[in-house]
């Protein structure tokens, strides 16, 4: 079985890109409440983390 770790990085990366994008321009956007808009701002801040962890692991892969 070959091992497609650079692609499952990149294809990770990608995903949680998109979430990111998702909670910053729609669900912080619609949030009515200030516990909703702590809660999602938790999780665009956790995205970004996970976004700069795989773009280092994305560089020593390549």
């Known amino acids: 079985m070959e091992h497609n770790n650079l692609y499952n990085l990149m294809n990770q990366m990608t995903q949680e ?3 990111l994008w998702r909670i910053k321009n729609n669900y912080l ?3 009515d ?3 909703l ?3 999602w701002t938790v999780q665009a801040q956790q995205k970004e983390q996970a ?3 795989l773009k280092e692991l ?3 892969a390549m």
């Open 17 to 19: 890109s998109k979430s």
């Open 29 to 31: 956007v619609e949030a």
């Open 33 to 35: 409440t200030d516990e």
């Open 37 to 39: 808009k702590a809660f």
């Open 51 to 53: 976004i700069v962890q």
């Open 58 to 60: 994305i560089k020593k």
